[in-house]
């Protein structure tokens, strides 16, 4: 080998030796397009990022949108795609929770919604936590969790220097936080990178040390800025940087090396079941695992239940032991929950269709297909229920309501035919999508959009009769995960602005409203018809109910039940005399109807539950988004 080869291969390895331990990044979080300054506040930032020479690739720690829309997405991935270097993006919860497509948009505009690649030595691992779609806390998804164990399964060297990046933080924000953490403190973690919290900041993970970054956003300042990551001899420094003024010095530093979790004896705080030795009289008949996250509520039709997950599967198993009957499977994630009639089962797609099959065979009858993501829910006419071995060729009252209604993410709504069908009328006067399931009341149609209005259609030609919106400005305080209750000629709602209103049906106008008791979202009816009352949960800890007759806020109950911070989606159910509803940590809970007494409560798991299906006061089949239905029993 001559001198000049010599010295060549020298250089060479000499570089990539230092390539593996001096490098910079820069780290994207919380760019939030669509929101006053978003876009500008990204376009200045990647303006800046490829004018540096030194970086050598880019990584972003979610909510790359305000609101998860398909064009805020696609104006974020056009931002981000004209990035010189590489670049690696997860999702946040800004991005899943409110998304139209079903969050199916994400993955095919940035190809995944998970990444994992290597630089020098090091190997980055970017996974989201949501919430998909319900509103509750973070939670790692089964299929998710399964593509972990996949990658770190498939890592040659053990003792290889890991970094995961994520939006939540990795503490209880995240229902089950404790399910990452014990597998990353499996391997040589050596830090988690996040963001959510707007701020520079510095975490202990039960050990594993935490990074969180600054929001791209200006906030108060007149420029936005980022975080440099820059690896040097075995340290992480991170600095703010301000586009096209400067790097600001390291805020912290981080000794990078060998990990020993393992020698950690401390005892960490995990989920508390003890509330079911309290409650020993209820019990888990039978548990289902789907595999696949699941965000709708079980229809239970004669021996039947049926429901759909983020698969694109839908499923009927048995009510009798939770075995499976038959299957279906759509081109897109199903969010909706299912409506059952005349022996036919209707449900939502983010494939766009309307599908209505067979309850007892899954065959399908006909499908509607629509310009975008349906995930909404349905609402069918109520009819007498049929078990799986009756047959469906002919109605059993042919003079029943002959129409579905639902809404979908093309902003139109739709009333179609259940034989055929085939479109009787549409209504495409918003300007937001459809997630709720619309209430059938008083001849005509309610449902909340997310465009700030609740709206009520004429049922017979789908014609406007009102829309009514709150005074607090902005989408996110739309009535549109709300399922609004009819009682006493009112419709009655709960928005995220934490307002309990009272309206008329028939003209919209406001017959009370009031910021009281901090609502979100949950309502519920009673069942009898011999009380004109309905129900409604707190933010923290308390279930109520109120009158629906009266012409201010009249409370008939409160009942503090403990279950803590809670602000699902899930709809409180009566059946039989006992009103039941399950908590966003997986806690069900069932109160006499009359006077709100507990009867008992049953800590299913730590996911959040959706809205429950009762059989009867003491039997009632829940979900979770940890693609579980279970059926729950209590005994006398």
């Known amino acids: 080998m001559t001198r000049f080869k010599t010295i060549a291969v020298v250089l060479i390895l000499s570089t990539q030796a230092f390539a593996q331990t001096h490098f910079k990044f820069a780290w994207l979080s919380d760019t939030h397009v669509g929101s006053e300054t978003g876009e500008e506040d990204l376009r200045r930032s990647v303006a800046d990022i490829n004018a540096m020479n030194d970086i050598a690739f880019v990584i972003h720690s979610g909510d ?77 998804a089964p299929e998710d969790m399964r593509w972990l164990d996949s990658v770190l399964a498939a890592i040659p060297d053990k003792q290889q220097p890991l970094f995961f ?49 600054r929001s791209n956003l200006r906030a108060r300042d ?42 950690d004896t401390t005892r960490y705080p995990r989920p508390d079941f003890s509330i079911n030795k309290k409650y020993d009289n209820v019990k888990i008949v039978w548990r289902f695992n789907a595999g696949y996250t699941i965000t709708s509520t079980p229809a239970i039709n004669g021996d039947s239940v049926l429901f759909g997950d983020a698969s694109g599967t839908f499923r009927c198993i048995s009510l009798y032991n939770g075995r499976p009957l038959w299957l279906f499977r759509t081109g897109g994630p199903i969010h909706s929950s299912a409506g059952v009639t005349q022996g036919r089962v209707i449900f939502g797609s983010s494939d766009s269709n309307l599908y209505c099959l067979s309850v007892s065979t899954g065959r399908e009858f006909w499908r509607v297909k629509t310009n975008a993501a349906i995930v909404s829910s349905p609402s069918v006419p109520a009819s007498v229920v049929w078990g ?12 029943q309501s002959s129409k579905i209604y639902f809404g979908g993410s093309d902003r139109t709504f739709r009333a179609v035919e259940i034989t055929t069908g085939k479109e009787v009328w549409k209504f495409k006067d918003m300007s937001g999508f459809v997630e709720t399931k619309p209430l059938l009341y008083e001849n005509k149609l309610f449902f909340g959009a997310w465009d700030g209005y609740l709206y009520a259609l004429n049922e017979k030609d789908g014609t406007l009769a009102w829309k009514w919106k709150g005074e607090k400005e902005g989408v996110l305080y739309s009535p549109a995960a709300c399922v609004p209750v009819g009682a006493k000629g009112r419709i009655f709602i709960a928005a995220p602005d934490r307002m309990l209103t009272a309206l008329d ?18 309502l519920g ?43 699902s989606y899930a709809a409180l159910v009566e059946k039989d005399g006992t009103l039941f509803y399950g908590t966003r940590s997986g806690l069900l809970i069932a109160l006499s109807a009359r006077d709100g007494n507990v009867k008992w409560q ?10 429950v299906a009762p059989i ?11 693609g579980e239905v279970m059926l729950i029993e209590a005994d006398e």
């Open 64 to 140: 790359v949108t305000e609101f998860g829309s398909d064009a805020q997405l696609n104006i974020a991935h056009r931002l981000l795609d004209s990035l010189n270097k590489p670049h690696y993006i997860c999702p946040g919860n800004h991005d899943t929770k409110w998304s139209e497509s079903g969050c199916t948009t994400f993955p095919k505009l940035f190809g995944s919604d998970k990444f994992v690649f290597e630089f020098g030595k090091f190997r980055f691992i970017g996974l989201h936590q949501g919430p998909r779609m319900r509103m509750g806390d973070g939670h790692w």
């Open 165 to 213: 990046v994520t939006h939540y933080p990795v503490d209880s924000s995240i229902s089950n936080w404790y399910v990452m953490l014990d597998k990353v403190k499996r391997y040589n973690t050596q830090a988690i990178l996040h963001g959510h919290g707007h701020r520079n900041g510095v975490f202990d993970f039960e050990g594993v040390a935490g990074i969180m970054s």
């Open 222 to 263: 007149s420029i936005g800025g980022y975080s440099i990551g820059e690896i040097r001899n075995d340290t992480l420094f991170v600095s703010e940087r301000t586009p096209g003024i400067r790097t600001g010095k390291p805020w912290h530093y981080l000794l990078l090396g060998k990990k020993n979790y393992a020698a």
């Open 388 to 399: 799986r071995l009756k047959s469906i060729n002919k109605f059993s009252n042919p003079k």
């Open 505 to 522: 049906a028939n003209t919209g106008e406001v017959a009370w409203r009031t910021g009281k008791y901090q609502v979100r979202e949950s």
């Open 525 to 567: 009816k009673t069942e009898s018809t011999q009380e004109y009352k309905f129900y409604t949960r707190t933010l923290r800890d308390s279930i109520i109910a109120i009158s629906s007759y009266t012409d201010g806020l009249d409370i008939r109950w409160a009942t503090n039940v403990g279950f803590g911070y809670d602000h």
């Open 602 to 611: 049953y800590k299913t798991g730590v996911a959040l539950l959706n809205t």
């Open 616 to 626: 009867d006061g003491r039997r009632v089949v829940v979900s979770n988004v940890d």
